[in-house]
């Protein structure tokens, strides 16, 4: 891949806990800020622009580009711009299914295509449960295709106070997953919370 800023691709399913894809969000803008050469590309889900209203009190405030979800044009729908990596957060048991069988539908589904097809990160942030057995099955079904499943799961050794820093020990393993350094927790042996950054 050309060198330049590491180009990755946000996409918001329509899972409840549109908070994560918020948060995540931040923190990439944070990172950018920072100096870290980052560009972010923001596409929504059907569901994921109505959950986030619901959830979040209005329409999204984003500091990236956002592509709508029917703009194949958008530069990550096609293997040759050389976008590195993307995260479906939250990712919804429909939205894992679409990606588990290749249905590209929408930009999310596109997207999620190329990711696999030309063998780059792809971070699903599932966030449903109970799971039956068609969610496990398509689990396996993207990890067999490359995909890591990062279960909406948050850790509590370190313990979070209040419900952002409970979202953010889980964006602490998508940005490692994209290998970019973070503080947004400590790391097991460490001390209390981290930051934003």
């Known amino acids: ?26 923190s990439l803008a944070a990172l950018r800020d920072a ?4 560009e972010v590309g923001v596409c929504f ?10 959830e979040l009190g209005g329409p999204p405030d984003l500091p990236f580009r956002r592509y709508e979800r029917s703009d194949f044009s958008a530069p990550f729908a096609s293997g040759s711009a050389g976008w590195h990596a993307m995260v479906v957060v939250p990712c919804s048991a429909g939205g894992l299914a679409r990606i588990a069988h290749g249905i ?3 930009l999310v589904g596109r997207a999620a295509d190329v990711m696999l097809k030309e063998r780059r990160k792809l971070v699903l942030v599932f966030r449903e449960t109970p799971l039956s057995l068609l969610h496990i099955e398509n689990m ?8 890591v499943v990062l279960p909406a799961s948050p850790s509590f050794y370190s313990q979070p106070r209040g ?25 097991w042996g460490e001390g209390p ?3 934003l950054v």
Do not use: C, F
């Open 35 to 38: 100096g870290e050469p980052l």
């Open 140 to 147: 396996a079904a993207v990890t067999r295709a490359g995909a």
């Open 1 to 26: 891949m050309r060198p330049g800023p590491r180009k990755i691709v946000v996409a918001v399913g329509g899972a409840s806990g549109a908070i994560y894809a918020q948060r995540l969000l931040l």
């Open 104 to 106: 590209s539908d929408d």
């Open 163 to 187: 419900v952002e820093a409970l979202v953010d020990t889980v964006n602490a393993r998508v940005l490692d997953h994209l290998g970019l350094d973070n503080r947004l927790m400590p790391r």
């Open 193 to 195: 919370e981290g930051t």
């Open 45 to 54: 889900s059907r569901a994921g622009e109505q959950v986030w209203k619901h």
